[in-house]
């Protein structure tokens, strides 16, 4: 297993599971999954948070050729949240994927926890936009770090686990704060995505090819969630 050095110059695993690598990608398609509130145990790839990235990454790389894309997954220290364990492992994620792959714009797509640590690190400079599924948007969470950048929340309406109400608040205010921000609710989706599989891969396709740069679009799902003022409703 290959090591890297982190900003303490101690030794540490690298953040960035890599699927794909072409010689020269255009764009980074880099999955986030979920965990819980607090935990240190270690996480690990079989746990099932992680195994339910696996096809929506395969969704999500349906958006564009093969040859012009980086796929990978953040892989977490810690399972818990803790004090933002995750979003730090995303920063060093995509510290990593400039060193492998340059510049390349990276569309970030997590799952609760993930789409909580997601949002949070659109500020980094290489973030082109979030797809956000059932995130856990706790109250309080921060939306400043989205202004100028592109981000779509997709929720089932009968998630027991995190909340649609909460994320389409979020939105709202995310658009205040200057992103081009948009709410989807999937009907009679629940939060592992199990309920309407089949709807949420084809949503996270067809978002992620309008996240896409250029972006954003002035046409297609994501444009219509940014313009509605109500959450879509599929």
């Keep these: 297993m290959s090591i890297v050095q982190n900003h303490g110059g101690q030794s540490a695993t690298?953040?960035?599971?890599?699927?794909?690598c072409?010689?020269?990608p255009r764009a980074a398609l880099i999955t986030l999954h979920g965990g819980r509130a607090d935990s240190y145990r270690t996480s690990q790839p079989w746990h099932l948070a992680?195994?339910?990235m696996r096809p929506v990454l395969r969704a999500a790389a349906s958006a564009m050729p093969l040859r012009d894309i980086v796929l990978a997954h953040v892989r977490y220290r810690h399972r818990g949240w803790n004090q933002d364990d995750p979003l730090n492992d995303t920063y060093r994620a995509l510290g990593e994927l400039h060193h492998i792959a340059g510049p390349v714009p990276a569309i970030l797509i997590g799952h609760s926890m993930g789409g909580r640590a997601a949002l949070r690190a659109a500020s980094h400079p290489q973030v082109h936009g979030v797809l956000a599924l059932a995130p856990w948007l706790p109250p309080g969470e921060p939306s400043k770090q989205l202004s100028g950048k592109a981000a779509v929340?997709?929720?089932?309406?009968?998630?027991?686990v995190t909340s649609p109400h909460a994320s389409t608040d979020y939105v709202m205010q995310a658009r205040t704060a200057g992103a081009h921000a948009g709410i989807i609710l999937i009907s009679n989706g629940d939060h592992a995505m199990l309920r309407r599989s089949a709807l949420w891969h084809r949503t996270v396709s067809t978002i992620v090819t309008d996240l896409l740069p250029p972006s954003p679009h002035t046409s297609g799902l994501a444009a219509a969630s940014y313009a509605a003022t109500d959450p879509l409703v599929l």
Excluded: C, E, F
């Excluded at 690298?14 to 794909?20: F, G, T």
């Excluded at 929340?153 to 027991?160: A, I, K, L, Q, Y």
């Design 14 to 20: 690298p953040a960035l599971r890599l699927q794909h």
């Design 22 to 24: 072409p010689q020269q």
């Design 50 to 52: 992680a195994l339910r």
């Design 153 to 160: 929340v997709v929720h089932g309406d009968r998630d027991r």
